[in-house]
């Protein structure tokens, strides 16, 4: 049987800041290497002397702020968690942007959709200190 | 830039505040990196000039593949004139300058003119402003960085590039601090900016760079396979792990680990000061700079007591790297690693380059105890091992305390042709030493080095690796390095990966994002850049028949025993034979 499985954000102590989960999202998931097409964000919070966090999709479970925020309904939920981006029906509103808490439905002014995390667990390959991991849902 | 066939270009005029940009594919003949850098430098530098003369271009440039592209491929170079020694200024720095460059769409920046007052620059992809920086003047490194960093936008990739008091104040080996704990540290970028009325300057981009089709799938896997080679094997296991600091006991051992100012190459109190005693002690992080998976920035803490009664501490964290540990340690005779950061930390916070303000301060402190001077000039007495004074004299040099400190600023060669003690001041070619008295091929290497730094062509390799080399041998071995890294420094691969990156590796890596590359090609880069270099310094009036080397090199046994300089200036002119060899071609266009 196929678990469905969600990222994690697990140990941003021991994050260096070197951006690979950002790189392999935006090459992966983007074909780009603009760092702004990552759908995880590693924020510096007071730069390299600071904490580090990762702003990325939680993996909400039962109503997601995002989806239901969506008035064309482009947002569908994802099994285990989070949400798959129906790109034929969003209009570029941003609604969803603003409803997340956490922040993390970033925003792609070149195609002007959302960028939503797939959780497909790239970033978790290249990232060498154990900060970021699947888990089953 | 990445996927164009062209090199772009951002012209920035600070005394008119004028900016253009220019794609010019006549520049793809350079590659980029330093190739780029240079040719640019060597259009607007002006010879007859000071070094400090407000015409004097600076140069940055980032790599031929971009930023971040591939791990470990993110730095940035940077080209003026040195005031440290009047000749070719370069210097790189990693952190997140290279990627902000390329996600703002410049491959190359370059700075002419000075403001009227002080300002910091602000480079985005849609253009520049220039915003009023009087309230930062006379700001210590982190204090402007923090300004900066919390009241600027936008935010994002970005990266802050910044000047301490020393810099304001034109000590000439002023460095420049780029986001946290990284520098262009030698050769006094930072006196340059502070002479232009710079106080910082900001780099901000999130460029669209969509990946071709039909490229993707053979740029993802040899992305991931340089990937593997880094993180999966022992390749760059001791930046990983202890860091360059590691180099602390290993050189002690040869008795090439400059002590007391090189009057010894073996320090008695090493283990106190070694990677191992920072890691146990202080080690609190490592970090990496953007798009390289190796946490090779290791940073220590400190505690220091501020108050002399209760219980009144402050805690710093500060970067070491081997060279910090030699300038500001065992060049010093400090015996423990909490001394040292704190040392280290002064430098950092005035802004300036570690090792010459270890080697000059080693000077100034055997000066004394010869007599040649007195607290009259240093202020406070200058002792081996005195860390407080240390700190102190840090502070003076920065802020040009008094005619003394003043001319220390200058460099210990320029202080010694005053007050005497040539023989000792620790400079190949003007510029402060580095921490390898390990033979031949670093002190010669170092002199005819294009900028006159270790790492121009990794002579100390020469030295650690060979038993003894003849003249000839020597000058090739370093000629064949200087050139081979100006190939790798057009795309700016960091140094500590070049084992990582062999030409097979570069080929595969450039193919796979559209550089027809082979080994023809970037033999004919690393000579076209080298010979580009070649013709900045001798534009700036560099002769190595001028060179005059201290008596100290030739009389502390190191690596190989004590060396002579009879040899050392046959390996020097020979080396002139061999580039003026070179230089018949260079001015074919290859």
């Not at chain 2, 980032?62 to 070719?88: C, D, H, Q, R």
């Not at chain 2, 081996?384 to 700190?391: A, K, P």
């Not at chain 2, 090739?476 to 420094?489: A, P, V, Y």
Request: glycine share 10%.
């Amino acid at each position: 049987m196929n678990i469905a499985k969600i990222l994690k954000v697990k140990e941003m102590r021991r994050c260096i800041g070197c951006f690979s989960c950002m790189t392999s999202c935006a090459v992966v998931n983007r074909h780009n290497h603009s760092l702004a097409k990552s759908a995880i964000k590693i924020i510096t919070s007071g730069g390299l002397s600071g904490s580090m966090a990762a702003v990325v999709c939680a993996g909400c479970t039962g109503v997601r702020a995002c989806a239901e925020a969506c008035p064309t309904g482009a947002l569908a939920d994802r099994e285990g968690g989070g949400v798959t981006l129906l790109p034929e029906r969003c209009t570029g509103c941003r609604k969803c942007v603003a409803a997340c808490a956490l922040g993390a439905v970033h925003f792609d002014s070149t195609t002007n959709k959302p960028i939503i995390c797939k959780h497909c667990g790239v970033c978790t390959q290249f990232c060498t200190h154990g900060c970021l991991e699947m888990e089953e849902a | 830039m990445l996927y164009e066939n062209t090199i772009t270009v951002l012209y920035v005029d600070l005394s008119s505040r004028t900016t253009r940009v220019e794609k010019r594919a006549d520049l793809n003949d350079y590659f980029g990196g330093v190739g780029v850098a240079a040719k640019l430098f060597e259009e607007n530098m002006k010879p007859e000039l000071e070094p400090l003369d407000e015409q004097q271009p600076v140069v940055f440039a980032i790599g031929a593949l971009g930023a971040s592209i591939y791990p470990a491929i993110n730095k940035t170079a940077a080209m003026f004139v040195s005031p440290l020694t009047g000749e070719l200024g370069e210097s790189y720095v990693g952190g997140r300058l290279a990627l902000a460059l390329c996600m703002a769409g410049y491959d190359a920046v370059v700075l002419t003119g000075k403001y009227s007052y002080p300002c910091y620059l602000s480079i985005t992809g849609q253009g520049v402003e220039h915003k009023d920086a009087r309230p930062l003047w006379g700001m210590l490194s982190e204090e402007v960085w923090r300004a900066i960093h919390d009241n600027e936008t936008p935010r994002g990739n970005r990266s802050i590039m910044r000047i301490g008091p020393a810099g304001e104040n034109k000590v000439a080996y002023a460095s420049v601090n780029v986001d946290n704990y990284r520098h262009f540290g030698r050769l006094g970028l930072g006196a340059v900016l502070g002479s232009k009325n710079v106080k910082a300057i900001t780099v901000t981009g999130d460029r669209n760079i969509p990946i071709p089709s039909d490229s993707f799938k053979e740029y993802f896997k040899v992305y991931r396979s340089i990937f593997d080679k880094i993180t999966g094997t022992d390749i760059m296991k001791k930046y990983r792990g202890l860091g360059t600091a590691a180099y602390v006991l290993s050189l002690n051992a040869m008795d090439a680990f400059p002590t007391n100012n090189l009057t010894s190459g073996h320090f008695e109190s090493v283990e106190a000061i070694s990677a191992e005693a920072f890691a146990e002690k202080n080690l609190v992080r490592k970090m990496a700079c953007a798009g390289c998976p190796v946490d090779c920035i290791h940073v220590g803490q400190f505690r220091r007591q501020f108050k002399n009664t209760g219980y009144e501490y402050e805690v710093v964290n500060t970067n070491y790297d081997y060279e910090l540990v030699f300038a500001l340690g065992s060049f010093l005779g400090l015996k423990t690693t909490d001394e040292i950061l704190m040392l280290i930390d002064a430098v950092e916070e005035t802004g300036m380059d570690a090792m010459s303000s270890g080697v000059a301060l080693g000077w100034a402190t055997e000066a004394f105890q010869k007599g040649l001077l007195s607290t009259g000039e240093t202020l406070v007495p200058l002792a081996f091992g005195d860390t407080e004074n240390y700190v102190k004299a840090v502070w003076y040099i920065a802020g040009a305390a008094n005619e003394f400190y003043s001319l220390l600023g200058r460099g210990c060669y320029h202080a010694a042709q005053v007050y005497g003690g040539q023989d000792f001041a620790m400079t190949m070619a003007k510029n402060e030493m580095s921490g390898y008295h390990t033979g031949y091929g670093i002190l010669v290497g170092s002199v005819v080095g294009a900028r006159h730094s270790h790492l121009c062509n990794g002579g100390y390799e020469l030295d650690r690796d060979h038993e003894q080399l003849t003249s000839q041998e020597m000058v090739e071995g370093l000629l064949k390095e200087e050139k081979e890294r100006c190939m790798t420094n057009s795309m700016i691969i960091c140094l500590f990966s070049r084992r990582v990156y062999d030409r097979p590796t570069i080929i595969a890596a450039g193919r796979a994002v559209g550089f027809d590359l082979d080994d023809a090609f970037l033999t004919r880069i690393g000579q076209r850049i080298f010979q580009t270099k070649m013709r900045i310094r001798d534009k700036l009036g560099f002769d190595l028949k001028q060179v005059q080397l201290p008596r100290r090199f030739f009389e502390t046994p190191g690596l190989h025993g004590v060396l002579k300089e009879k040899v050392a200036k046959e390996m020097i002119d020979l080396y002139a034979a061999l580039v003026a060899e070179e230089m018949k071609g260079s001015g074919s266009a290859g």
